[in-house]
């Protein structure tokens, strides 16, 4: 097929590139590489923290949340739009000194500029004058609703604003995180939750969320093109003099042992005076419905565990129905 200066630039389905696998990650599991998207939460879910727990892993190819392999390290630039530089830069030194890392040898650049607006086109321009200079491999943006003027319910507005970060993105094949805030609300999807257009949910390759239970941060990841990941349940902690502040997983729901799972649903049917069905056990639990059924099915067939009609009872070790456990 011949191509005229009109058309669209086309291939053939089998002349596109093909992804490595080694390539489908900036932050294994957590981040797609070069993906836009959300860290959405309501206030004082630490969203901010995690977004520069992210940047410094990038920067620094050290694991996120001391966990998550860093797939893709390079350069990473951040705008804290709420926060002095000073404030800035103690909470990088606090991340620092938890990981042990020279802020003087950090690859982690900081946009001092009072203010930003991607409504803007004057500023548009330099925003992309710098990521072209730069090249990061993840630009932290934090919080959406200091980057703009325009009204977030208007689909329209909003729109055209994530198609400038779309095209930043897919020009300087750089990953964007937007940090933004959801309301209080209870949804079924924590990104319907996301205040203003429901372009926001839709506009992510890759998601997260925190929302905050008593004193538990719970971490929920989504992604466009891959499986996600378990819930994962953190804190903020830091040392006496709040010198090493950083987000510290508790309870990693989503990459935990077999062996973990079965404690913790052992210890939770064990603890409970009446059976407990599966719906239950998950919300507790918060875990996948698959590696869920198979634990119930191992802890099963050890005798640990008996399946009732009102749902799955823990059996002690001198319960009448408790069996010895297999030979191996």
Same mark, same amino acid.
């Given at each position: 097929?011949?191509?005229?200066?009109?058309?669209?630039?086309?291939?053939?389905?089998?002349?596109?590139?093909?992804?490595?696998? #080694?390539?489908?990650?900036?932050? #294994?599991? /957590?981040?797609?590489?070069?993906?836009?998207?959300?860290?959405?939460? %309501?206030?004082?879910?630490?969203?901010?923290?995690?977004?520069?727990?992210?940047? /410094?892993?990038?920067?620094?190819?050290?694991?996120?949340?001391?966990?998550?392999?860093?797939?893709?390290?390079?350069?990473?630039?951040?705008?804290?739009?709420?926060?002095?530089?000073?404030?800035?830069?103690?909470?990088?030194?606090?991340?620092?000194?938890?990981?042990?890392?020279?802020?003087?040898?950090?690859?982690?650049?900081?946009?001092?500029?009072?203010?930003? *607006?991607?409504?803007?086109?004057?500023?548009?321009?330099?925003?992309?004058?710098?990521?072209?200079?730069?090249?990061?491999?993840?630009?932290?943006?934090?919080?959406?609703?200091?980057?703009?003027?325009?009204?977030?319910?208007?689909?329209?507005?909003?729109?055209?604003?994530?198609?400038?970060?779309?095209?930043?993105?897919?020009?300087?094949?750089?990953?964007?995180?937007?940090?933004?805030?959801?309301?209080?609300?209870?949804? %079924?999807?924590?990104?319907? %939750?996301?205040?203003?257009?429901?372009?926001?949910?839709?506009?992510?390759?890759?998601?997260?969320?925190?929302?905050?239970?008593?004193?538990?941060?719970?971490?929920?990841?989504?992604?466009?093109?891959?499986?996600?990941?378990?819930?994962?349940?953190?804190?903020?902690?830091?040392?006496?003099?709040?010198?090493?502040?950083? $987000? #510290?997983?508790?309870?990693?729901?989503?990459?935990?042992?077999?062996?973990?799972?079965?404690?913790?649903? $052992?210890? $939770?049917?064990?603890?409970?005076?009446?059976? $407990?069905?599966?719906?239950?056990?998950?919300?507790?639990?918060?875990?996948?419905?698959? *590696?869920?059924?198979?634990?119930?099915?191992?802890?099963?067939?050890?005798?640990?565990?008996?399946?009732?009609?009102?749902?799955?009872?823990?059996?002690?070790?001198?319960?009448?129905?408790?069996?010895?456990?297999?030979?191996?």
């Amino acid at each position: 097929m011949e191509l005229n200066p009109q058309m669209l630039p086309v291939c053939r389905a089998n002349e596109l590139e093909i992804q490595p696998p #080694e390539k489908l990650w900036l932050i #294994e599991s /957590l981040w797609a590489q070069c993906a836009v998207g959300i860290i959405g939460g %309501a206030p004082k879910c630490c969203k901010s923290w995690l977004g520069l727990d992210m940047a /410094l892993s990038v920067a620094s190819a050290t694991p996120c949340l001391g966990h998550f392999a860093v797939k893709q390290p390079g350069p990473a630039l951040i705008f804290m739009a709420e926060d002095a530089n000073s404030a800035v830069r103690t909470r990088i030194e606090a991340l620092c000194a938890h990981r042990r890392l020279d802020i003087d040898r950090l690859n982690l650049y900081v946009i001092t500029a009072s203010t930003l *607006r991607l409504d803007l086109e004057h500023d548009q321009k330099r925003l992309k004058a710098t990521v072209a200079a730069l090249r990061p491999h993840l630009v932290l943006l934090d919080p959406l609703v200091r980057l703009h003027r325009l009204d977030e319910n208007s689909a329209a507005d909003i729109s055209k604003l994530l198609g400038f970060v779309r095209e930043m993105q897919r020009t300087y094949d750089t990953a964007v995180v937007l940090v933004h805030h959801a309301s209080k609300k209870h949804r %079924a999807q924590p990104g319907q %939750a996301l205040r203003g257009s429901s372009d926001l949910h839709a506009f992510g390759d890759s998601n997260a969320y925190l929302a905050r239970h008593k004193q538990r941060i719970v971490l929920t990841v989504e992604h466009r093109s891959a499986k996600s990941i378990d819930p994962i349940e953190m804190k903020l902690v830091a040392g006496p003099d709040g010198a090493d502040t950083h $987000l #510290e997983i508790t309870m990693p729901t989503g990459v935990t042992t077999g062996a973990c799972l079965a404690e913790r649903t $052992l210890v $939770l049917l064990q603890n409970s005076p009446k059976p $407990l069905p599966r719906t239950i056990i998950r919300k507790h639990l918060r875990v996948n419905n698959q *590696r869920l059924g198979e634990t119930l099915v191992n802890l099963d067939k050890q005798g640990l565990i008996l399946h009732t009609s009102k749902g799955w009872l823990g059996l002690l070790k001198n319960h009448p129905e408790a069996k010895p456990a297999p030979v191996s």
